[in-house]
């Protein structure tokens, strides 16, 4: 199921998806992870980042996350694993669990 709601006030956007998976495996191997769509482009002149709770991942990720580039309706989905933590830099989403049932959570509010 997929679930997206969002609230526009002025040139804010806030913004709300969950989405359950029904696949089991490890799908997202070759397929990195992008939520497409958004009602909105980023109109800020920097890219948005968010947590994003992922209810089954790799116990390997400590954090899961996505971010929204400048003029951009689609959000890319990254995590942080012990190995890179201390440099701070994300990888891409490719190593997470599709695992049947999982759910994605995030909320988040941009300007458009």
Same mark, same amino acid.
């Given at each position: 199921?997929?679930? /997206?709601? #969002?609230?526009? @006030? /002025?040139?804010?956007?806030?913004?709300?998806?969950?989405?359950? *998976?029904?696949?089991?495996?490890?799908?997202?191997?070759?397929? &990195?992870?992008? @939520? $497409?769509?958004? &009602?909105?482009?980023? /109109?800020? $002149?920097?890219?948005?980042?968010?947590?994003?709770?992922?209810?089954?991942?790799?116990?390997? #990720?400590?954090?899961?996350? $996505?971010?929204?580039?400048?003029?951009?309706?689609?959000?890319?989905?990254? /995590?942080?694993?012990?190995?890179?933590?201390?440099?701070? $830099?994300?990888?891409?989403?490719?190593?997470?669990?599709?695992? *049947?049932?999982?759910?994605?959570? *995030?909320?988040?509010? #941009?300007?458009?």
């Amino acid at each position: 199921s997929q679930v /997206g709601e #969002y609230t526009k @006030i /002025g040139d804010r956007v806030m913004l709300h998806i969950r989405i359950q *998976l029904n696949g089991s495996g490890n799908t997202l191997t070759a397929n &990195p992870l992008t @939520i $497409a769509g958004l &009602p909105f482009a980023n /109109g800020s $002149a920097q890219t948005i980042s968010t947590f994003v709770h992922w209810s089954f991942f790799s116990a390997s #990720y400590m954090v899961v996350g $996505a971010t929204l580039a400048t003029g951009a309706t689609t959000l890319a989905v990254t /995590g942080l694993t012990a190995a890179n933590a201390s440099s701070g $830099a994300a990888i891409n989403s490719n190593a997470l669990s599709a695992t *049947l049932g999982a759910t994605v959570n *995030l909320q988040m509010h #941009y300007r458009v």
